[in-house]
């Protein structure tokens, strides 16, 4: 039997819509998750103009409702975390232990704004009387997520905290899987980090949980930097809006490393002009960390990169779902990863643009939808 799901819509047109969706019975290997918490980020707020209906969310957890005849590992009443990165596991990127850049599921390496072969069977969802795309796979901003078994690791815990672990699956494992997948960030080192939003935040976590001796949180905003004390930075520099390129700030950050730059830092900022500020932050052969995702042409002074300074570019943290989510959920449970402070606020459905707004004036680190 179909479901009448709750369901925040995308029109394509800049606004949405709080509506109903009808959900389908899962095909052999789709199943049915009765969201618990959907986190926000702005990537949400951009699917209001894709062009297209689109079931909003790409953050989430809950607990499985329907399962797919030929799903063996899970069953109805599993707790799961859903995860937009669906790898095939037979590409040569998964092959080669990349499964955030699959090359046959992922909506942001093969495109099309979340409809790729690791999408649930599209008539599965209908808005109108036709079929309507989730968000990254997934669209989390419902009572009910259609989804391929690909989406989902269980997640073994009593009394699980859903609104934390909703967020893990896009900001925290971009901030966290930067710092320890991809820069792999050594014990005792210096990083800095450009930019104190959510993601930021997540990446001075992630510094303190693999032990850097100095960790410099740069951002414009006060009340961001006393955030950033609170997630593990042992210095803060209060940028200015006028400083082109951050230059002034890689000054001070190299006067206080003893005049040669950190190890590591990451550009946690999404703008195109900061794109290669944290060139000029690190020293000689240190780790420049593209976190936010710019894409667009920018300039860049090539002498940024003197002398054998390494630039990566790493998506979502490098993540491998069924290896790096429950690790992230033992360091929650430890007390080291920082998921409840990290939440600002947390929102009915029906007070999604209030969420919204919130957002884009910056008064959260981090929002969560919660359903009943």
Known sequence: ?????????????????????????????????????????????????????????????????????????????????????????????????????????????????????????LEGSQWEGKPIERSFNLGTLSEYALVKESAVVKIEEENLNFSAASIISCGVMTGYGSVVNSAKLAAGSSAVILGCGGVGLNVINACEISGAGRIIAVDINPNKLELAKQFGATDIILADKTDVGLANVAERVKEMLGGSGADYAFECTAIPALGAAPLAMVRNAGTAVQVSGIEEDITIDMRLFEWDKIYINPLYGKCRPQIDFPKLMQLYKKGDLKLDEMITKEYKLDDLQQALDDMLAGKNAKGVVVFD
């Open 1 to 121: 039997m179909s479901i009448q799901s709750k369901s925040a819509v995308a029109k394509g047109d800049g606004s949405f819509t709080i509506t109903h969706v009808t959900v389908a019975e899962p095909k052999a290997d789709e199943l049915i998750v009765k969201i618990k918490a959907a986190g926000l980020c702005h990537t949400d707020y951009d699917s209001l103009s894709w062009g297209k209906p689109i079931v909003m969310g790409h953050e989430g957890a809950g607990v499985v409702e329907k399962v797919g005849p030929d799903i063996k590992d899970l069953k109805k009443g599993d707790q799961v975390l859903l995860n937009w990165a669906t790898p095939c596991m037979h590409c040569f990127q998964c092959q080669e232990g990349n499964q955030h850049i699959c090359e046959n599921n992922s909506p942001v390496v093969v495109g099309g704004n979340g409809h790729t072969p690791g999408h649930a069977h």
